[in-house]
């Protein structure tokens, strides 16, 4: 079996007040939720999410496959998983997979990468709205959350037992194509999920040996918000012991809510803590583990800034809600006066993807001079085919200049583009996202993020922008 | 190794151009055949007398047919070509270089663009097919980026700056309103031009040169020949065209207050030109002022100023029309409007009309008659660090 041995979590940097859309449209709502920008979708905040996963990794392990479960796929017919594993620069060796479609995938891809026989990248990420002034809308969250697990440990988090209750029944169901979900009756979906939490976490607790008291953490999420709060009560365990499920700072991210929640959980819990995760979904999902030492050495390689807490504190309130419509999709706005942007092709795509997925700069082996993109003559010393490849997508850049365009395209103008220094050499010219533009200024500090920059004829344009250096970074 | 040069092998005998706006009710073709007629008639020849064309268009057709299907000339060689917005130079280049040569006696360069079929704000260009990854700014974006690093590389305040750009603006404009080819041919008040709706960084509407349907056109012939046609040729003193490695897209050490191309191409045709102080020995300069911050490194790069002190002899007023050194007496890319193709060679036919003395008189400037019998185009196409550059040194006599 494999265990866990990694994680690490993207949340989105917008947030949508609630009480924004009750201003515009007289609905009621507290709290806010996570938003992905216009330049996101589940395979880019995979990506990022899968990003801080190995980065806090332990050494020697080589990724061999990588599952992406999603319900909001950003293509269907062909991988998206392979975009994930092309900008992490993966080995190709490594298979790339994905679960879509329900939030259920998600626990699918987490049974998956435990029992896989290879070490295993789970990268669990949504994108959640519905109709404008529904409790979808209001509810849902935004972001991503990575696991990694390998045979050889150290875990952690070790499993001590699971137990599943799977069920049929119409709770909550879109038909492809469609935007929005649809419910059936509130009360119905407790009715039926109920019944099904108690046997799993009945059964999780038989296999684990363990009773109700030997439990000292309590994580309930699921898709149908009110069985997940009367699941919580049902189940008798002492207040103290429930973990905040978040949804009242971020929203519910779905597939990626359950990883979410315990990622947060494990960001700060001591080891030798029992958790019992119980998840909503098509049935219900019980699973229990125990937190161990490991954690403390895996907290001391991870940034800070990749916490959970980090995340969500840093987020941006300041969203507007028609801004918010736009990006979903929602509201249509009369375009500027300009062309389309024009869609990447496949065949240049192809050629070119350890630059625009995995963001190589080439480096001349005679005089060190680097090349964003990739050249293979070197602009300093004229050496010809000379050139090695290097990864930058981790490597922090400094402005050189800046400029804000209120003529080029965007879903969410004005465009904030710079010119960026790396540390070490070479420049490039990239756009910059998640920014505020009064704030950008020559010598700020960046750092890569991978986005979609637009959609045209249905291709996602892939590629990688710029963006503050979160604290503690720089 | 620099370029020998031609100068004073070969002369402009007659120009024309129209004048540069919406021309709504005229295509390219109608353009091409107004600026070829009337650099005929200026030159007194037909067009068969002309035995070679050199068309410069950016987008406004493909292939030597565009020229030679509307004017309906007779088997004639036609080379259309294309180099960003230095196009309407490159046609000028390579025709001086072919009756330089000797291999044709007289040639034409003409440029044409017809900007306002697009249905578009501002310069739409299509580029081949990619990966995607290059980030697809505006025009005024990618030369707005000068200005944040100009600011501070010199410590001038953002508004300071921010003057500075509206002044040149506000210059352009100025000898626009008096010249009838103009697109725009009115003063504009520096503070509409302050505060007109921002389009990149620090740039307004005001900043950015005008977007407009235009042609123009130049006949040459071998110096020698040259007063066959006029009493007043123009003599080619130096051309030089270069094209950028792109090193400062990719190089830190550029720092976005320079045009290395620009440099460049100004030492070379110096250089043939014999010319070492520009500043004192040239009437005038037209320059390719697409956007105010352009205009204000332009100075520098060009030799017009010293570095770090463009901005403070641009408020000085050093090249208005009554300054110094005039530069873009006609209302530059600014005011006179920016057809790609035509631009060049409208840069051209003003230095024809201020040395030949044939300047309005509300527009003539006060260099000639002071003695100075040189005057610089320059073109620029690309965008800050990765661009292709020409200067042009030409005069109102050969040199002695």
Known sequence: MNVMVSYGVYVPYWRLDRGRIGEALGTFGSGTRAVASHDEDTTTMGVEAARACLAAAP?????GQVLFATSDPAYLDKTNATAIHAALDLDSGASAFDMMGSVNSGSGALVAAASAAVPTLVVL????TGLPGGADESGGGDGAVAFLFAQDGPALLESLGRGVATEEFLDRWRSPGDDHSRLWEERFGEHAYVPLAEQAVADALKSAGLGPDGVDRVIVTGVHPRAARVVSRSLGFPAETLVDDLTGVIGNTGTAHQGIVLADLLDRVEPGKVVLRVTLADGARAAIGRTTDALSEWRARRPSVASVATQIAAGRTDLDYPRFLTWRGQLHREPPRRPDPTPPVAPASLRKETWKFAFHASRCDECGTRHLPPARVCVSCGAVDRMSQERLAETPATVATYTVDRLAFSLSPPVVAAVVDFDGGGRFRCEMTDVDPDTVAIGNRVEMTFRRISTVGGIHNYFWKARPAREGES | MASKGIRDRVAIVGMGCTPFGE?????ADDL?????????DSAGVAKDDV???WLGTMGSGISGLTLSRPLKLDYKPVTRLENMCATGSEAFRNACYAVASGAVDTAMAIGVEKLKDSGFSGLVVSRPPDDGSAAELSAPALFSLLAPAYSKKYGVDKDELKNVLTRIAWKNHKNGAVNPRAQFRREVPMETIACSPIMAGQLGIFDCSGVSDGSAAAVIVRAEDAHRYTDKPIYVKGLSFVAGPAAGAIDPDYDYTTFTEVVRAAEDAYQQAGVDDPRAQLAMAEVHDCFTPTELVLYEDLGFAERGTA??????????LDGELPVNPDGGLKAFGHPIGASGL???????LQLRGEAPPERTIKSIAAGKKLALTHNLGGSPGECVSFVSVVGSEPSA
Do not use: N, P
Not at chain 2, 32 to 40: G, Q
């Open chain 1, 59 to 63: 050494d020697g392990v080589e990724v």
């Open chain 1, 125 to 128: 990420s949504d994108i959640r």
């Open chain 2, 23 to 27: 021309h709504w009710d005229k295509g």
């Open chain 2, 32 to 40: 091409l055949v107004d600026s070829a007629t009337a650099a005929f």
């Open chain 2, 51 to 53: 035995d070679a064309y």
């Open chain 2, 311 to 320: 901005w403070k002899e641009a408020l000085a007023g050093t090249f208005d």
């Open chain 2, 346 to 352: 409208r840069m051209l036919f003003e230095c024809w």
